[in-house]
């Protein structure tokens, strides 16, 4: 009697470490895949949804990081030809020379908001120009656009990577999302749950819930 005890229990114990190992391969396809997990598990509809949410999601992925690639390589061509920025400037670089049409301009804001600070508010000429010093552009920092006409259109060029950028977290972002809902949905199916109700008393309904695991 004891022996068959302890055969039981071993089966019991091996019989559930297989459901589990079961249960946690379908989340992690899930998680790789989604879609893949409740395929796996016969939910052939709502996987093939989730799956082909995410093919959309990960073409559009790759293929607006390649578009922002060469979108970048544009601006930067662009800005070096007909405004002389250096093409291995930081890439914080550029938003400046988006926003003015020279150094000159921008360094003349600055002075302008430095002066009234260290010299007008505050008297502190050794701190008016160290600050000058630090965010004013020289050297081959420099640059002017040729026109008007020429910021103007890298002004669109930056734009518009601006919002391919965007799309691209936003792919990212859905991409994530499937994963999470996968995830959540496969846990859900891999469980066998009993729901049902039933009267109890005279005036009264009880909803009786097993949950397996």
């Known amino acids: 009697m ?12 091996f019989g559930g470490a297989l459901f589990a190992q079961s249960r946690f391969a379908y989340i992690g396809m899930s998680a790789l895949v989604p879609g893949s997990g409740e395929i796996a598990m016969g939910k052939t509809n709502r996987g093939l949804f989730l799956l082909s949410s995410e093919i959309i999601a990960a073409y559009s992925f790759f293929k607006t990081d390649q578009d922002m690639n060469l979108q970048k390589d544009r601006y930067k061509r662009y800005a070096n030809e007909y405004a002389g ?30 002066r009234n600070y260290y010299l007008i508010s505050n008297y502190d000429p050794v701190s008016y120009a160290e600050t000058i010093a630090a965010e004013s552009f020289s050297g081959d920092e420099q640059w002017e656009w040729q026109s008007i006409e020429h910021w103007q259109t890298y002004n669109s060029m930056r734009r518009k990577h601006q919002k391919m ?21 496969t ?27």
Request: charged share 15%; proline share 2%; with cysteine.
């Open 85 to 114: 920025v250096p093409l291995d400037s930081p890439q914080g670089h550029y938003q400046y020379v988006q926003e003015y049409i020279s150094s000159d301009d921008y360094n003349e804001y600055i002075e302008m908001v430095v």
């Open 165 to 185: 950028k965007i799309n691209h977290n936003l792919a990212l972002g859905i991409m994530l999302l499937n994963r999470a809902i996968s995830i959540v949905d």
């Open 2 to 13: 004891k022996h068959r005890f302890v055969l039981v229990l071993m089966l019991y114990l």
């Open 187 to 213: 846990a859900l199916l891999s469980r066998n749950m009993n729901i049902y109700a039933g009267l109890s008393g005279y005036d009264g309904v009880s909803l009786n819930c097993e949950l397996r695991f």
